[in-house]
């Protein structure tokens, strides 16, 4: 059964840190290109981050570029999203998709066309 389980996330102060996870099973992990999406209420979905299957380049959105890192350990099928600096702009339900994408120095990173959906986990960040 494929699955791509999100966790991490929950109530922040602004200013704080939070890892969010990412975790496959049950499809080829080393050849997926993984993205980090996140949708706010009554907003559209919009990605934040993405990483290559060779986990040799990354994307960030401008808005979390410098307070966001992603990476991935494919030993244990799984991608991360370290968020610092983390602002009340920053609420949202974060979603991990994966596509697979075998192409060594390249990222899949636009807003479709992904194999796999997590089921997404909230971070809410308040004072």
């Known amino acids: 059964e494929v699955q791509l389980q999100a966790s991490g996330g929950g109530l922040e102060q602004p200013g704080g840190s939070q890892r969010l996870s990412c975790t496959a099973s049950g499809f080829s992990f080393d050849d997926y290109s993984i993205g980090w999406f996140r949708q706010a209420p009554g907003k559209e979905r919009e990605r934040v981050s993405c990483?290559?299957?060779?986990?040799?380049?990354?994307y960030y959105a401008n808005s979390v570029k410098g307070r966001f890192t992603i990476s991935r350990d494919n030993a244990k099928k799984t991608v991360y999203l370290q968020m610092n600096s983390l602002k009340p702009e920053d609420t949202a339900v974060y979603y991990c998709a994966a596509r697979y994408y075998w192409r060594p120095g390249s990222y899949y990173c636009v807003n479709s066309g992904y194999d796999y959906w997590g089921q997404g986990t909230q971070v809410t960040v308040s004072s």
């Open positions: 990483i290559s299957n060779s986990d040799d380049t990354r």
